[in-house]
């Protein structure tokens, strides 16, 4: 079961430029959504995060858009430079849960110099 | 913040050999632990959920005979790769379920790559 669309697959930005990674989910009851990001060769760590009833959320150049209606969310990279490259991936949850995150597909993202 | 330590980093066997990977909590206590595979460049898939002193309970489509995991302690969770074959060749990693008061927060081992040769 296909809960948690991400897109796009890959992403190449110019340096500076900005960075936008969609999310859309299915399921209701996810009331976290977050974003991890993956370096090469090591495990995913929690970038940022946000929950439902705010509509957007920002620290330093990374910002979550969250649309409920829609349910979708998306992350967007300000400024985006090239140690930003990695991979991005959502894992929208039911917090309360204790569940395994069910996480997208993951984006790619190259930002160039 | 909660540290989850995994050993080794990087294992390479012969085929046919089993393979023990290691995951720790070490400021805190991890009632259940999950292990995920990860493919290149694919994402993380779930490969079974383990909680503390029970069995593990396994996704569909992974062999519970060939990857064994035992969780006997909080801080401890061990996942063995039986009879490994270079098909079993990947990325694992582990990661826990933290109950933060207001739901669950989640910290990632930093991964174990398996070749087998």
């Known amino acids: 079961q296909q809960q948690v669309k991400q897109s796009p697959q890959s992403l190449i930005v110019q340096k500076g430029g900005i960075s936008i990674i969609n999310c859309a989910y299915e399921?209701?009851?996810?009331?976290?959504f977050p974003w991890y990001q993956q370096f090469p060769g090591k495990g995913p760590a929690l970038l940022i995060a946000?929950?439902?009833?705010?509509s957007e959320k920002k620290e330093g150049r990374f910002t979550i858009s969250f649309n409920k209606s829609a349910k979708q969310f998306s992350l967007h990279i300000m400024d985006s430079q090239p140690g930003d490259s990695a991979t991005y991936f959502c894992?929208?949850?039911?917090?309360?849960?204790?569940?395994?995150?069910?996480f997208g597909k993951g984006t790619s993202l190259l930002v160039t110099p | 913040g909660a540290v989850v330590s995994q050993h080794p980093s990087r294992v390479i066997c012969k085929s046919g050999t089993s393979v023990k990977i290691e995951c720790r909590s070490l400021?805190?206590?991890?009632?259940?632990m999950f292990w995920y595979r990860q493919f290149p460049k694919q994402s993380l898939m779930l490969m079974a959920t383990?909680?503390?002193?029970?069995?593990?309970?396994?996704e569909q489509g992974v062999e519970k005979d060939k990857f064994l995991i035992n969780h006997a302690s909080l801080t401890l969770s061990t996942l063995t790769v039986t009879s490994a074959h270079p098909e079993d060749s990947s990325f694992y990693i582990c990661?826990?379920?933290?109950?933060?008061?207001?739901?669950?927060?989640?910290?990632f081992g930093s991964g174990t790559r398996l070749t087998v040769v």
């Open positions: 990661s826990a379920a933290i109950s933060t008061g207001g739901g669950y927060g989640y910290t």
């Open positions: 399921n209701t009851a996810f009331d976290y």
């Open positions: 946000i929950r439902p009833d705010v």
């Open positions: 894992a929208p949850n039911d917090s309360n849960s204790g569940y395994a995150l069910n």
């Open positions: 400021d805190f206590q991890a009632t259940t």
């Open positions: 383990s909680n503390e002193g029970s069995k593990a309970t396994y």
